[in-house]
């Protein structure tokens, strides 16, 4: 199915009270090879964590050494866990309707989730999403990486267990409430910018002839607008 006609969620840039955060682990980074072999993901609401879904999947395949390097999950652990149809079940049934959170999950985790559920169920996940990675990129512009942990250390969250799918839910929960923070304090002191063709915030960025708002759904959409 052509990319550009799915009807996916947005991604948003906002601070809000009440969401899912979630995280995968996988056999490896390429969504068209690899298998998801945890799922993980904690619901808040009113900005606290109320309920836990975690479980460990059977990909039906040989977890790489690699991959068991980062997240110390081996076949042995998998071969009794369920299949990926009713893992993602629990999942999507866990998150209902909520903006779903998670770090670098445009171009990572939301890759397989789509993938899998296209595949199981032919049908779209349409929940809009928001990106912490992005948000790190917009408001620590002092840091020099932006990992996870990298961010979880800036905010002296402790980062014990990276790498397994809960532990970093519940790290970078606590990096979505601090980046919060930070951008509620910044909307405060100026009133966000929205795009003309989304709706979504315009954030500035620099081009060939100076400074421009671009919308920060970008590529997906390429509003602008003059400063």
């Known amino acids: 199915m052509d990319e550009t006609m799915r009807n996916k969620g947005k991604r948003l840039s906002q601070y809000v009270g009440d969401y899912v955060v979630f995280d995968l682990e996988t056999t ?3 969504a068209n090879l690899d298998e998801i072999i ?3 993901a904690i619901r808040v609401r009113e900005h606290r964590p109320v309920e836990e879904y975690s479980t460990l999947v059977q990909p039906g395949m040989h977890i790489p050494a690699a991959a068991t390097a980062v997240n110390h999950i081996t076949d042995d652990m998998v071969k009794d866990a369920p299949k990926i149809a009713d893992a993602l079940k629990g999942f999507l049934e ?3 309707n909520d903006i779903l959170v998670g770090h670098n999950i445009q171009q990572f985790d939301l890759k397989f989730i789509y993938r899998d559920v296209m595949d199981i169920s032919g049908k779209e996940v349409e929940n809009d999403y928001i990106d ?13 990486h932006y990992r996870l942990s ?15 799918a809960l532990n970093d839910c ?7 409430e601090e980046l919060g923070k930070i951008l509620q304090r910044r909307r405060e002191e100026q009133p966000e910018i929205l795009c003309p063709k989304c709706g979504l915030e315009m954030v500035k960025r620099s081009g060939k002839y100076g ?3 671009g919308c920060s759904d970008f590529p997906r959409c390429r509003g602008t607008r003059k400063i």
């Open 28 to 30: 490896g980074v390429r």
């Open 38 to 40: 945890e799922i993980s």
């Open 94 to 96: 866990f998150a209902g």
């Open 132 to 144: 912490t990675l992005y948000m790190a990129r917009q408001y620590l512009p002092e840091l020099s």
């Open 150 to 164: 990298d961010v979880s250390e800036y905010f002296g969250i402790n980062t014990v267990g990276a790498h397994r």
């Open 170 to 176: 519940a790290m970078n929960q606590k990096c979505y």
């Open 211 to 213: 400074e421009f708002y």
